[in-house]
């Protein structure tokens, strides 16, 4: 009978011991999630671009204007473009003008890297030409990052940005590539 009583009191004790090793302290914390377009969400590791996002001095990390003017961000924007699944940030940036308007860029971090050292992986609208693109917006629609500005074309004053430009790039195989450029008259010389 004793050999049975330490049985019987053994075994109860053993499943407690077993259901005590699964308690929820050693689950895993849940990770932070941000919402991107979409309504997908990314899991997003502390203090990376995708988890501060709009919250960066972003004036610290674009690239400087080349005659020493002030840089201007216009718009900052989340969404991940890259297909990672971390909210990249797209920023918008231009040099305050002494004369006339100074054209922007838009220059994309990847939303997993440090906000300490954000990555560029890409400047769009460097290659431009003669649009002279002023960003009014930027936006991330159906995995594609939008832009809206104002410029001028060949028939336009270089100093009034008369025409609407909206551009449209996708992220693939490790390079932006533009898949839309529209434009559409302004007679109001710019965004106010």
Known sequence: MSKRAVLLTTVPMMAIALVAGCTSDSEPEPQPTTAVEGGAAAVDKPNTVASIGDKVTWERFVEPCKSGELVVVQDVAAGDLTGDGAADAAVARACEGVDEYGPSTVEVFDGASSV?????????????????????????????????????????????????????????????????????????????
């Open 116 to 192: 300490d050292q954000p990555k560029r992986v890409g400047t769009l609208l460097s290659d431009a030409g003669t649009d002279k693109p002023y960003v009014d917006s930027v936006a991330f629609t159906g995995g594609a990052l939008v832009i809206k500005a104002n410029g001028v074309d060949e028939t336009s004053d270089a100093a009034c940005p008369e025409v609407v430009f909206t551009y449209q790039y996708k992220f693939a195989d490790g390079a932006f590539k533009q898949e839309k450029r529209e434009t559409v008259p302004d007679e109001t010389c710019g965004p106010e």
